[in-house]
C-alpha cells in the first residue's frame, strides 16, 4: 500500500546555509533555555531530592496547563484509574482546556490557570495560576503531583512545584538535577502509544489501576438531543466528520483537498451526509450541496456529533482523540514525526496515514489515499476488511449552540457506557 509522492528540495550552497542557520537558531535558543532553568533552579528547586512513600498518597494533583486538548483527553484513564483506585484527583488546566474535564465524574476538583502560548508555557520562569487559585492549591495540601508533560521541562514548574508545595512529584523523562521531581519515569517517545503512560506510572509508584486504558469524556444529555435533532433529517444517510485544520497549519488539509475528497465520496455514492468542522469560518471554496458546515460552537457538541457520525476524516489533532473515545471509524493523517507512534489513534477502528511532506498540502494524492482506505475498509457501505493491528499505516512518501449548562442535576452522555 506504500506510495511515493515526495517533493524534491533543491540543492546547493543556499540549502547549506539555511541548514546551517537552523543549527545555530537551535543552538542558540537551547542555551537560553538552559540559561532559564538555571537561574528557576536557584530560585525554586528543593535542596535535595525527598523518599518517595507510595502508601503516604492519597491526594493528588494532575498538572495538565499545556493548553492542548488532546493532552488532556489522553489523560482521563490514568484519572478514572486513579479515582477507582481510591485516590482524591484534582486537575490543573488552562481556561481553554477546562470544558474537556468539566462534566469527569472523577475528578473531585478543576483548578484553571490562564491561557499562554506555547513559546510563554515552555520558556517563562512564571506560570499562569493567579494568586487566588494558588492559595487554593496550596492549601489543599497534596501527597503528590503528577506531572505527564511529555517535552523538556518547563521552566515555570520550578516556580509552580515550590508554589503549590506537594510533597512528592512524579514525572516523565526528567533530568536527575531536578530535586523537585520524586521519580521520573521513562518513556520512550517514538516507540510506545501515549495510553502507556497509566501502566508505567502503576509500574513505578505502585497506584493500583483498575479498568481499561481508554479514553472518557462527558457531556449534558441536552447536548446530544440538540445534535441528534441536527442530524435528525439524514438518518438513512452515511454521517462523515471532515475535519481539515490542525493546531499547525503544516498539517492542515489544502481546500482544494478537501473538495477533491468529498467529490471523490460522492462519486461513489449518493448516500452521505458530509459535515465539514471550520471553526474559524476560513473554507472559501464551494462545496457540493451534500455538505454543511458544523452549526454549534462548543466543544461539547463537537464530542456529541463525533459520537453520532459514522466516521472521522482528521490530520493529526485532538479530534483523533476524541474520535477514540467512542472508537469511531476513523481515517487519520499525520506529517512524519519521531514521535508517530506515541499520538497516533491507537484503536482498531482508525487508520493512520503518515505523510512525509514538509506539509500535508503539498501531498497531491492525500485524497485518493483517504478515499481508498474509506473503500478499502468498506465504510461506505459493503464488506469491511478488518483492522488487526491496533493501527493501520501507510506511508506517503513521494511519486450553533453557544450556551453552557450547570453542572448539578444534570443527565451526561460518556463514552464509558
Known sequence: MNKDTRIKISTGPFKKIREWNRKKNYYLKEVKLKARMSIAKILWDKREKVPFYPDAVKKILLVRNEGKVGDIIVSTPLIKSLHQAGYTVDLLVTEACYDVMRYSPYISNIYKAANCSYNQYLKSLNHTVSKATMTLLHENKYDLIIDPCLSETPVHRMKLFSDVNARFVIGLNKKSDINHYTLSVLFKNDKQHVTDLLSLISERFGVKATGDFTYNLHFPDIVLDEVSAFLSPWKSK?????????????????????????????????????????????????????????????????????????????????????????????????????????WAPGYENASHIIIHDDKTSDAENVPEVIFNEIVRRGLLGGRETKIHKSVAVFELRESGSTHGYPVHDLCLASSDR
Do not use: C
Open 238 to 342: 452515511k454521517k462523515i466528520i471532515i475535519n481539515a485544520f490542525a493546531g499547525t497549519p503544516e498539517r492542515n488539509f489544502s481546500q482544494q483537498q478537501l473538495l477533491e475528497l468529498v467529490k471523490l465520496i460522492n462519486n461513489n455514492t449518493k448516500e452521505t451526509k458530509v459535515i465539514i468542522l471550520d471553526h474559524r469560518n476560513e473554507i472559501k471554496v464551494t462545496l457540493p450541496d451534500n455538505t454543511v458546515k458544523n452549526p454549534f460552537s462548543t466543544l461539547h457538541h463537537l464530542m456529541a456529533l463525533i459520537k453520532e457520525v459514522d466516521m472521522v476524516i482528521t490530520p493529526d489533532t485532538s479530534i483523533v482523540h476524541i474520535s477514540a473515545a467512542w472508537k469511531k471509524p476513523l481515517i487519520s493523517v499525520y506529517k512524519y514525526a519521531d514521535n508517530n507512534n506515541m
